[in-house]
């Protein structure tokens, strides 16, 4: 009897959200997924000022991909 653990009345385990999906992803006010663009690392010499210059725009995610997103991020939405 002392091994066993006693139910303090949690129904379910606490939804946590993926840690990977925290660091990469935010989720604006209006509920977009907001994410850095890729290819502004390195190999800096080869891109042009312009597509630099629009790398360091932040994208935002199309509806059909932040539905998967949004899962992963159940801790902050």
């Known amino acids: 009897m ?3 653990k ?6 379910k ?3 946590k959200s ?3 999906a925290l660091k990469r992803f935010s989720v604006t006010g209006n509920g977009l997924i907001k994410f850095a663009r890729k290819g502004k690392s390195h190999i800096l010499s080869n891109k ?3 597509r630099k210059r629009q790398l360091l ?3 935002y995610m199309r509806a059909g991909c932040a539905a998967r997103i949004k899962r992963a991020l159940t ?3």
């Open 6 to 11: 006693k139910s303090r009345g949690l129904g």
């Open 48 to 50: 042009s000022r312009k």
């Open 18 to 20: 993926k840690r990977a």
């Open 13 to 15: 385990p606490k939804m």
């Open 75 to 77: 801790s902050i939405l």
């Open 57 to 59: 725009k932040a994208g």
């Open 2 to 4: 002392s091994n066993c």
